[in-house]
């Protein structure tokens, strides 16, 4: 069926904008984790790009499940207090920063940050915190890298990344964290979990590379 011209003007309209929010981000990076994470065996270099992409996938969520209305919480402690400086004195709002990786996983290991019905905390394992902070410091490793040469063991990844795989699902679909105002984002992220976890499972089985 031919396109007419308005219609043809409208989607280069609309083309020209990449849009996204915190929901798709945290979607999009758990897919493009599990859509590199296929091709590992062939190429083993694509672990920098599962560790950035998971990483900003397990980020996503994180703050996806404490951001409860305001999004305070997923702030730098002073970033929230001048937010809440400029909303009681209705001054202009400042830029927010959002709280680093870890601190953002700490907040949601606690309990008093969970009232809602069917909400709760991530609850870790024996390997969980130091595994999500070994994603933290590869992640920034890549992201920050400097002249040198590296060199990164594969034989641990696998676990690694599964564990960080744990808080993306406690988050996405096990508790009621997170509200999801779209079926699909729950469907696709449950799908690139499965795919990103079968990966990761078929290389720690055998070898990571």
Not at 130 to 141: G, I, K, T
Not at 174 to 182: N, R
Request: overall charge negative.
């Amino acid at each position: 069926m031919p396109v007419n011209s308005d219609v043809r003007q409208h989607l280069n309209a609309v083309s020209a904008y990449l849009r996204t929010d915190e929901r798709e981000e945290a979607v999009r990076s758990i897919e493009w984790a599990a859509l590199q994470a296929a091709q590992l065996k062939e190429d083993p270099y694509l672990w920098k790009w599962v560790l950035i992409s998971l990483h900003n996938a397990v980020q996503g969520f994180l703050v996806l499940a404490l951001c409860r209305g305001n999004g305070l919480l997923t702030l730098t402690p002073k970033s929230a207090e001048r937010w809440m400086k400029a909303y009681e004195s209705g001054e202009a709002f400042p830029p927010d920063r959002l709280d680093d990786f870890l601190s953002l996983y700490a907040k949601a290991k606690d309990q008093e940050n969970f009232h809602m019905f069917g909400s709760g905390a991530f609850r870790p394992g024996l390997t969980h915190d130091r595994s999500m902070a070994l994603l933290n410091e590869f992640r920034n490793m890549f992201t920050h890298f400097t002249p040198k040469g590296w060199s990164l063991e594969l034989a641990g990844l696998p676990s690694i990344c599964l564990d960080a795989l744990d808080v993306v699902r406690w988050f996405g679909w096990e508790t009621t964290a997170v509200t999801w105002y779209e079926p699909n984002f729950v469907e696709r992220s449950k799908r690139s979990h499965e795919q990103l976890a079968a990966s990761l499972s078929a290389l720690s089985n055998g070898d990571a590379a």
